[in-house]
């Protein structure tokens, strides 16, 4: 066999292919982090798949925004400190979502539909989570430009908006307590999925 051929024979198998749309690339890139997470997650244990995620949730989502959103109104009237604690609170509350919820590997796949649809400044990518057994989950994600690239604004599971739900979840808190009773709960909340 030709040396060339050779060197072609035992070449490794074609990576992933990544697709063309700069928005369907950036949510291929974050299923695939959670797949290589979830294969590890075991062996990882919460806290470890939490370390793992930080990077590759807070590179993938624009989370000031959407803690923005998720607080509501009252964020005009938050000084400027509480804001800071509540996007940080809300960062670790979407890891710890994430490295509690995909906690291990069962023969899963993502499919990332490449046809991205533009509304106004948004594009929104389609997903699609395939259990080994069972039904597959469809996943919306919605992205716009921040910080010189596509970020993820929120996840639809299904119909539902992840941060509509969020921003419901924190009424009775932030209603109750402020900015302060708000960052509590986000607390609790992280604490509670990291054990």
């Keep these: 066999m030709a040396p060339a051929l050779a060197?072609?024979?035992?070449?490794?198998?074609?990576?992933?292919?990544?697709?063309?749309?700069?928005?369907?690339?950036?949510?291929?890139?974050?299923?695939?982090?959670?797949?290589?997470?979830?294969?590890?997650?075991?062996?990882?244990?919460?806290?470890?798949?939490?370390?793992?995620?930080?990077?590759?949730?807070?590179?993938?989502?624009d989370l000031p925004t959407m803690t923005r959103f998720a607080v509501g109104p009252a964020w005009a009237t938050m000084s400027a400190a509480d804001r800071q604690a509540l996007v940080t609170a809300f960062s670790r509350l979407s890891v710890a979502s994430y490295a509690h919820n995909?906690?291990?590997?069962?023969?899963?796949?993502?499919?990332?539909?490449?046809?991205?649809?533009?509304?106004?400044?948004?594009?929104?990518?389609?997903?699609?989570l395939t259990p080994a057994h069972g039904a597959p989950v469809s996943l919306t994600y919605r992205l716009r430009q921040a910080g010189g690239g596509w970020k993820i604004i929120d996840v639809y599971y299904g119909a539902v908006s992840q941060l509509t739900t969020r921003r419901s979840d924190f009424a009775a808190p932030l209603a109750g307590g402020g900015a302060k009773g708000l960052l509590a709960h986000l607390d609790a909340l992280s604490d509670k999925l990291l054990k």
């Design 102 to 128: 995909f906690d291990h590997f069962a023969g899963e796949r993502f499919e990332v539909d490449p046809k991205v649809q533009v509304r106004g400044p948004d594009r929104v990518v389609q997903s699609r």
């Design 7 to 61: 060197a072609l024979a035992f070449a490794a198998p074609a990576a992933r292919a990544v697709p063309a749309d700069p928005a369907a690339a950036r949510v291929e890139a974050f299923d695939q982090s959670l797949l290589e997470t979830m294969k590890q997650g075991e062996a990882l244990g919460p806290k470890g798949r939490y370390r793992k995620l930080v990077p590759v949730v807070e590179g993938a989502f």
